[in-house]
């Protein structure tokens, strides 16, 4: 049964950088058949996608986040990261790990099938 | 590609038909369109991906349907656990979400 779970800092200072893990649990991130996606949510509102990464390292960003993230992955924990550099209150949200699936989508990013818990982080000095 | 999901508030009781909107800006190419649950204090959960393929352990109640622009999600018999905020999602060569649709109970 495969799981996620996202950890890291719940509180993050303006200007500093928001960093994130998520280790997967129950199923291998070398596997050929999955993206590995961070998508935040702030408090009460819609989702937004941050990013993904495929084993190999291959990283696929939204444009509107691109100059401040990096994801990287860690095949050896069965791990990938987030970096958010330059963080604002506007970056407050819970934060989410997931599985995207390629079965049936191509391109740099596709569905997700499996979702961590959540963290939420906080921005405030 | 901007999703618009309509209406804003759905506001049904358990037993009714249930049907949502979801219009995108330009054409979704292969029907990559996707539709997902969300319950308070919980993660999306994936219902139908390819716009109509519904997710493993997904009722037969959900079902989706549409092309190019105009994509809807139908829930044919309200259960008592499915009043919940319902997003749609494109992928592919770009991710973006729709704001969402939130099923209440009448």
Same mark, same amino acid.
């Given at each position: 049964?495969?799981?996620? /779970? #996202?950890?890291?800092?719940?509180?993050?200072?303006?200007? #500093?950088?928001?960093?994130?893990? =998520?280790?997967?649990?129950?199923?291998?991130?070398?596997?050929?058949?999955? %993206?590995?996606?961070?998508?935040? /949510?702030?408090?009460?509102?819609?989702? #937004?996608?941050?990013?993904?990464?495929?084993?190999?390292?291959?990283? !696929?960003?939204?444009?509107?986040?691109?100059?401040?993230?990096?994801?990287?992955?860690?095949?050896?924990?069965?791990? !990938?990261?987030?970096?958010?550099?330059?963080?604002?209150?506007?970056?407050?949200?819970? %934060?989410?790990?997931?599985? #995207?699936?390629?079965?049936? =989508?191509?391109?740099?990013?596709? %569905?997700?099938? %499996?979702?961590? /818990?959540?963290?939420?982080?906080?921005?405030?000095? | 590609?901007? &999703?618009?999901? $309509? *209406?804003?508030?759905?506001?049904?009781?358990? +037993?009714?038909?249930?049907?949502? $909107?979801?219009?995108? $800006?330009?054409?979704?190419?292969?029907?990559? &369109?996707?539709?997902?649950?969300?319950?308070?204090?919980?993660? *999306?959960? &994936?219902?139908?991906?390819?716009?109509?393929?519904?997710?493993?352990?997904?009722?037969?109640?959900? $079902? +989706?349907?549409?092309? +190019?622009?105009?994509?809807? &999600?139908?829930?044919?018999?309200?259960?008592?656990?499915?009043?919940?905020?319902?997003?749609?999602?494109?992928?592919?060569?770009?991710?973006?979400? +729709?704001?969402?649709?939130?099923?209440?109970?009448?």
């Amino acid at each position: 049964h495969l799981q996620l /779970q #996202e950890s890291g800092p719940g509180l993050v200072k303006p200007s #500093e950088t928001l960093s994130l893990t =998520c280790t997967v649990s129950g199923g291998s991130i070398s596997s050929s058949s999955y %993206y590995w996606g961070w998508i935040r /949510q702030p408090p009460g509102k819609g989702l #937004e996608w941050i990013g993904s990464i495929y084993h190999s390292g291959s990283t !696929f960003y939204n444009p509107s986040l691109k100059s401040r993230v990096t994801i990287s992955v860690d095949t050896s924990k069965n791990q !990938f990261s987030l970096k958010l550099s330059s963080v604002t209150a506007a970056d407050m949200a819970v %934060y989410y790990c997931a599985r #995207e699936s390629l079965w049936l =989508c191509s391109g740099g990013s596709c %569905y997700s099938d %499996y979702w961590g /818990q959540g963290t939420l982080v906080t921005v405030s000095s | 590609i901007v &999703l618009t999901q $309509s *209406p804003g508030t759905l506001s049904l009781s358990p +037993g009714e038909r249930a049907t949502l $909107s979801c219009r995108a $800006s330009q054409s979704v190419s292969s029907s990559y &369109l996707a539709w997902y649950q969300q319950k308070p204090g919980q993660a *999306p959960r &994936l219902l139908i991906y390819g716009a109509s393929s519904r997710a493993t352990g997904i009722p037969d109640r959900f $079902s +989706g349907s549409g092309s +190019g622009t105009d994509f809807t &999600l139908n829930i044919s018999r309200l259960e008592p656990e499915d009043f919940a905020v319902y997003y749609c999602q494109k992928y592919g060569s770009s991710l973006t979400f +729709g704001g969402g649709t939130k099923v209440e109970i009448k």
